[in-house]
């Protein structure tokens, strides 16, 4: 009996229970109730007295190594279902896919980040807006032509409701609020009944301008926007500003800049002129001031309004603004830094 103690404790050791069957397999075998160590213990009545104790701790070394090869096999089983049985942890990782800013935020964001160098905070308009808020206030009477200036989309059951056409009247919403000085900038999506082509969309983005505080001159204006036109187009760069009519600013005027592309001698871009027209701007008109609760005998202040995505065009001379909506993988990573 000692011997085939002795033969089953080398059957066990050399055992391999690779699988979860097998190892169930070996526990039926020797530890199930009418399994070999049952049969075994049985048997320890009829070992002669002075060969109990060498029997007693083989039954034993029997027993414990049954369980552990059981054991064993368990705990392989969970690290398999954990991990494949091929995986190198030292291999470094796979790379993962970094996203990065659009375009039109990169751009937004400079703007926001020059001006703030100015004292300029951010607010917030709404890009479904009023009559009152997008015309009437900043100046535009109700059946003045100046209002078929922006082809605008109304919601079909409210015609005072509308998607708005500009970011101007975020002014508006400001002034409402605070009262002077105000600097803040207002940027954001704008929409315009437009017929959809390389040059115009029916959704682009703008950010609006707008500095109150008593004494302020169409000089500050000048300054600041040459400031801009400097720390964004480069050192070099030169501003000119044409007179224009906008019905919330008075005087108005269209800012150039020297084209970035030419250096302002001539080019494709700048159509042969040098120059790129880049934002409309004003002092504000005292009935806007007093529409929104400013005092126009104490306070002046001008406004300024720009598109981001005709900026980000020059910048990184995409000729088709469609680009800038269709989120075209190719086109996207263009601008990862
Ligand atoms: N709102 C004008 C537009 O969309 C741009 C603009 C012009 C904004 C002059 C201004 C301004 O604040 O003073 O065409």
Redesign the pocket.
């Known amino acids: 009996m000692i011997e085939k103690l002795a033969d089953f404790i080398e059957e066990v050791k050399n055992f391999k229970a690779e699988t979860a069957a097998k190892a169930e397999e070996l526990r039926l075998k020797f530890l199930a109730k009418k399994g070999i160590l049952n049969e075994i213990f049985a048997e320890f009545k009829n070992v002669p007295p002075e060969q109990k104790k060498d029997f007693g701790q083989k039954i034993n070394t029997l027993k414990q190594l049954v369980e552990q090869k059981i054991q064993e096999a368990k705990e392989r089983s969970e690290e398999d279902s954990s991990k494949p049985a091929d995986l190198d942890t030292s291999l470094p990782g796979p790379n993962i896919a970094l996203g990065s800013h659009h375009p039109i935020t990169m751009v937004k964001n400079e703007i926001i980040e020059i001006f703030g160098r100015l004292g300029f905070t951010v607010a917030e308009g709404q890009e479904i807006e009023d009559d009152y808020h997008n015309f009437t206030a900043l100046n535009f009477p109700p059946e003045h032509p100046a209002r078929d200036?922006?082809d605008t989309f109304f919601i079909e059951t409210d015609p005072d409701i509308l998607l708005r056409?500009?970011?101007?009247g975020g002014?508006v919403r400001v002034m409402e609020k605070q009262q002077p000085p105000i600097r803040v900038l207002v940027p954001g999506r704008?929409f315009r009944n437009e017929a959809v082509s390389a040059r115009s969309h029916c959704i682009f983005h703008?950010v609006?301008?707008?500095y109150i505080d008593k004494n302020v001159s169409f000089a500050d204006l000048k300054q600041t926007l040459m400031y801009f036109a400097k720390e964004f187009y480069g050192e070099k760069t030169e501003i000119r500003l044409r007179p224009?009519y906008?019905p919330?600013?008075e005087p108005?005027a269209?800012m150039d800049v020297s084209c970035s592309i030419c250096g302002g001698k001539g080019c494709a871009i700048c159509k042969g002129t040098g120059w790129l027209e880049i934002?409309?701007?004003?002092m504000?008109h005292p009935n806007v001031l007093r529409n929104c609760g400013i005092d126009p005998e104490v306070y002046s202040g001008?406004?300024?309004?720009?598109?981001i995505e005709r900026t980000a065009m020059l910048r990184y001379g995409v000729t088709d603004i469609r680009m800038f909506f269709e989120n075209d993988m190719k086109f996207l990573s263009r601008f990862k830094h």
């Not at 934002?279 to 004003?282: A, F, V």
């Not at 001008?302 to 598109?307: D, E, P, S």
Request: net charge negative; with cysteine; aromatic share 14%.
């Open positions: 200036m922006q056409t500009h970011t101007s002014q704008v703008q609006e301008g707008l224009s906008f919330f600013t108005s269209e934002l409309g701007c004003g504000v001008f406004a300024f309004g720009m598109g």
